[in-house]
């Protein structure tokens, strides 16, 4: 995906949006365990300490303390131990996921099984670099996420409507990311329709003139 440009990504995101129709891909993974599906997500990426270097300015200190919390992950363990990763504790379903600086590397595409965690309230992926991905539509599937942090992780393109669905959102920090886009009817529908959000961090530019491009 990195090497496409950036008028292709922009029409690949648009064709999806025009076209998205649940797929099949989400209908025979339907069934996966949270525990399978973190440890696919885990398989998915790789580790590099350059993901995560710290970042520092006057009003921000970031991944001063980076370490790769999935290396400590061992699959004949319960999930619900594994390093940032939060289960209930009557239903067992992961609730919680904090790999904030921690080295993950690679591309987050609209089929990983991070979007298999139907039950996540919190989902900190910021300090990672996942290689110049789009932010998936999949992102809407997390019906009762409050806080999604993606701050400082190489996400670039156009943040895309679906998140105008995450409606419990408290908290949702896009930050420091250089090419993330916010259009206008999307900033409209997050104001709308997220009425719990307190907290918008975003350094992203608003960027109707988008359309003018295409
Ligand atoms: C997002 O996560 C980073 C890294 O853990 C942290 O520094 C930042 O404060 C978080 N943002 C919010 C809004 O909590
Ligand atoms: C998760 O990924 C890391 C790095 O690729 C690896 O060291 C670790 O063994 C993996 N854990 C599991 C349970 O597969
Ligand atoms: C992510 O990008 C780096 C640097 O461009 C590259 O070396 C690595 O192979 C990429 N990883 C994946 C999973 O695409
Ligand atoms: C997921 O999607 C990416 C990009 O569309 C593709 O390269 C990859 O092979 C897919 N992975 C699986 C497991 O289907
Ligand atoms: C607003 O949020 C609700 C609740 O998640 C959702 O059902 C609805 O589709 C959203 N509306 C828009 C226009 O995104």
């Known amino acids: 995906m990195g090497c496409l440009s950036w008028k292709y990504q922009v029409l690949c995101l648009l064709s999806f949006l025009f076209h998205s129709t649940p797929s099949s891909f989400s209908s025979s993974l339907s069934s996966i365990s949270p525990c ?12 590099d300490s350059s993901a995560s270097p710290s970042y520092h300015t006057s009003r921000i200190q ?14 004949d363990k319960d999930c619900c131990t594994w390093d940032g990763v939060v289960c209930d504790q009557t239903t067992r ?3 919680g996921l904090d790999l ?5 590397s690679g591309p987050i595409h609209s089929n990983s099984t991070l979007f298999f965690l139907p039950h996540l309230r919190t989902l900190n992926l910021a300090g990672n670099c996942f290689n110049e991905s789009l932010i998936s539509p ?7 996420l409050t806080h999604l942090n993606l701050s400082y992780s190489c996400f670039i393109g156009k943040i895309p409507y679906e998140i105008s669905h995450l409606s419990s959102l408290v908290s949702l920090d896009l930050s420091i990311n250089d090419e993330l886009l916010i259009e206008t009817p999307v900033w409209k529908r997050v104001i709308h329709n997220l009425t719990q959000l ?12 988008l359309d003018l491009i295409l």
């Open 36 to 47: 399978s599906a973190l440890l696919h997500f885990n398989h998915s990426l790789s580790l």
């Open 62 to 75: 970031m991944c001063d303390n980076s370490y790769p919390k999935t290396a400590s992950w061992k699959e």
């Open 93 to 95: 379903h992961v609730i």
């Open 100 to 104: 904030s600086c921690s080295w993950l």
């Open 138 to 144: 999949e992102f809407g599937k997390f019906k009762t």
């Open 198 to 209: 307190g907290n918008f961090f975003s350094m992203t530019r608003i960027c109707p003139q």
